[in-house]
């Protein structure tokens, strides 16, 4: 029997069951991945709440877009993959599973020294630190403010900006600072006197934003610091995105991500595991769970201050 974490109802976590399912079998082009980590994101617990709306619930749906694992089948017509392959699989659709189905497209290859843990955490954070950078055109010499600087997004962020050559102010909670200050960035607490601290920060100004927090206090501080609205992009308030004039990325925007976007996320897979395998890219892992206490893990995600990246280990 496969083991997955499933909701029939919107709420709060509580709606998660864990429930056991007879084992799937590899469909003809797709693969059976014995899942080793899977990656909780925000929008997990978005789309279960109803947060962010989704088509309505016709059968048990199963959350998570980020898994890697071990693939136990192959279906007809699959080459150059087989059981045994250590693999991370982009966009999955279910990662909350023991047993997860694919398509051949979308595996990539896991380095070795790469863990678990670290390849299920690459991702969705990863891939949109990566494609939000390069729209947003960071590139040497820019001083980059990004608003949410310790979210897995944000951590994430921090690091391939400076490889890109920008100097990076980030906003956290002061308990999170030294670790931004390891990552390359000068942290700035959020909250009351924001704008006072960011313009101390960087006294010649910023070039580029990326919100990451979604909030009123951020975007309103962005608003006060950068006045081409084009050079603010936020993945997180995307129904307002318009209205205000700011860049969005996924995050509710009604306005789907282009091809060449979506293609820059896929590109993120790649240069983060051979980043992580060369030991020039790290993942903070937060804590991780066993697939039955997902609605745990949700909750502390769900908090808004989860401390670096939470998994399931099924
Ligand atoms: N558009 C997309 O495609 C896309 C993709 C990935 C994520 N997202 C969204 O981006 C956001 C961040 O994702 P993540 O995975 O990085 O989240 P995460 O790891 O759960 O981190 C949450 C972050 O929010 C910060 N935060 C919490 N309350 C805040 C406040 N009042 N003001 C400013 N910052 C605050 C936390 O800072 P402290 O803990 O330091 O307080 C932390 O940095 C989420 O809303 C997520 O849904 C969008």
């Known amino acids: 029997m496969a083991t997955q974490v499933q909701y029939a109802r919107l709420g709060g976590p509580e ?3 864990v429930v056991d399912v007879p084992d799937p079998v590899a469909p003809a082009g797709g693969v059976v991945v014995a899942v080793r980590a899977a990656g909780i994101n925000p929008i997990d617990g978005k789309l279960r709440s109803g947060v962010r709306p989704s088509p ?3 059968g048990p749906r199963v959350p998570g877009s980020d898994a890697a694992g071990v693939v136990v089948a192959t279906g007809d017509g699959v080459d150059g993959w087989h059981a045994g392959d250590e693999v991370v699989v982009r966009n999955a659709r279910g990662a909350y599973t023991t047993h997860l189905v694919a398509d051949a497209s979308q595996l990539v290859r896991k380095p070795g020294p790469v863990s678990w843990e670290q390849a299920a955490a690459i991702g969705v954070p990863v891939g949109t630190a990566h494609q939000a950078l390069i729209s947003l055109g960071v590139g040497p010499g820019t001083t980059l403010l990004i608003h949410g ?4 997004v944000g951590r994430a962020a921090i690091q391939l900006a400076r490889r890109l050559g920008a100097r990076v102010v980030a906003t956290a909670s002061p308990a999170n600072h030294e670790r931004l200050r390891e990552l390359g960035a000068h942290p700035v607490a959020y909250g009351p006197g924001l704008v006072d601290r960011l313009r101390a920060a960087a006294p010649g100004g910023y070039d580029r934003i990326l919100d990451a927090a979604g909030t009123d206090e951020a975007l309103e501080a962005s608003f006060e610091l950068v006045d081409d609205r084009h050079r603010i992009g936020t ?3 995307g129904p307002r995105a318009a209205e205000l004039g700011i860049l969005a990325w996924g995050g509710g925007n009604p306005v789907p991500m282009t091809p060449a976007e979506l293609a820059l996320r896929d590109d993120a897979y790649p240069l983060a595991l051979d980043l992580i395998a060369a030991g020039e890219f790290e993942v903070d892992v ?8 997902a609605a745990e893990a949700a909750r502390l995600v769900e908090g808004g201050h989860p401390g670096g990246k939470v998994l399931l280990l099924p």
């Open 15 to 17: 709606v998660l069951e």
């Open 56 to 58: 309505p619930i016709t």
């Open 149 to 152: 600087g310790s979210g897995s």
């Open 235 to 237: 993945i997180v308030a």
């Open 286 to 293: 937060a804590r991780t769970f066993p697939l039955r206490e």
